[in-house]
């Protein structure tokens, strides 16, 4: 089982270049970083869903994360970089595209694809999303990227986008495409994921919630003529528990990625050996 680590990194807090090298030197497989662009005012839902909740600070500190990755690309050799979660509707596929497949060649194809649609509609609204109907257009963005990265002249009309045959450059080096995971934990990421995905990212559920849904994800693929092992599980948590993340390896996640915080007060290269003991134990 694989281990990687998760932050927003807030700006100020480290020196993203430095803390990625040691995550390599200490062997673990992968970093991730989250995604919010802008945050409302006045916003009618915070985190988890909670009408009228306040969003804290954090989620306003938080940077770009493919350019965050791009620096610990640039840091590193053999590091995973992911994303957890990019908010796909909240960005122009055929740009999204051309950033990704340009980070993967860069860091000679070590890009992964969180995916995630956001909870935030204010935020969706201001960036283009169509927040009721955000997986429908996350599907339509990858099924573009997708054309993007392995067609020739990729052509597309859709609800969304639509555009002529186009030319497009660099392909990604990892063939056919970065691996694509999906966020969420609703029954229906399950046939989503056996659909267009390599993955299932769920994030902080506990090992039995976890088994559940790799006999579903199973399922799922059994229904499409796919073999259910060809989808992956990255568990998203913030528990170092090691009886629980054996729990969660038992239940069939293939990555544990490690949250951890990164705001004023708290020193992320303390806690990343500390993640880093708990892999190797």
Not at 89 to 97: M, S
Not at 240 to 258: C, N, Q
């Given at each position: 089982m694989h281990f990687g680590i998760h932050s927003a990194f807030h700006t100020g807090s480290v020196d993203l270049a430095e803390f990625a090298?040691?995550?390599?030197?200490?062997?673990?497989?992968?970093?991730?970083?989250?995604?919010?662009?802008?945050?409302?005012?006045?916003?009618s839902v915070g985190p988890g869903g909670v009408v009228g909740g306040p969003i804290p600070d954090s989620y306003l500190?938080?940077?770009?994360?493919?350019?965050?990755?791009?620096?610990?690309?640039?840091?590193?050799?053999?590091?995973?970089?992911?994303?957890g979660v990019l908010l796909v509707?909240?960005?122009?596929?055929?740009?999204?595209?051309k950033r990704i497949s340009s980070l993967d060649f860069y860091s000679g194809g070590r890009f992964i694809l969180g995916v995630g649609t956001g909870w935030q509609p204010e935020e969706s609204a201001a960036l283009g999303g169509d927040f009721p109907r955000r997986w429908a257009q996350a599907s339509e963005s990858l099924e573009i990227m997708k054309k993007l990265w392995t067609e020739n002249e990729p052509e597309h009309d859709g609800h969304y986008h639509s555009f002529p045959k186009l030319r497009?450059?660099?392909?990604?080096?990892?063939?056919?495409?970065?691996?694509?995971?999906?966020?969420?934990?609703?029954?229906?990421?399950?046939?989503?994921?056996a659909a267009m995905a390599n993955g299932w990212?769920?994030?902080?559920?506990?090992?039995?919630?976890l088994a559940a849904g790799r006999r579903l994800l199973n399922d799922a693929c059994d229904r499409i003529g796919r073999a259910g092992d060809t989808a992956s599980i990255t568990v998203f948590t913030n528990n170092?528990?090691?009886?629980?993340?054996?729990?969660?390896?038992?239940?069939?996640?293939?990555?544990?990625?490690?949250?951890?915080?990164s705001t004023p007060g708290h020193d992320p290269f303390a806690r990343l050996e500390q993640v880093a003991k708990l892999a190797a134990s």
């Open positions: 090298a040691r995550c390599e030197q200490l062997g673990l497989e992968s970093l991730w970083l989250p995604e919010h662009t802008v945050i409302p005012v006045n916003p500190l938080m940077t770009d994360p493919l350019i965050g990755l791009t620096i610990a690309a640039a840091a590193t050799k053999t590091l995973r970089l992911g994303t509707p909240e960005h122009h596929p055929v740009d999204l595209a497009f450059h660099p392909q990604p080096v990892q063939k056919p495409h970065p691996p694509i995971l999906l966020g969420g934990s609703t029954t229906r990421v399950f046939d989503r994921v990212a769920p994030w902080g559920i506990a090992p039995d919630e170092r528990d090691p009886d629980v993340i054996d729990a969660y390896s038992a239940a069939g996640a293939d990555r544990i990625v490690i949250t951890m915080d």
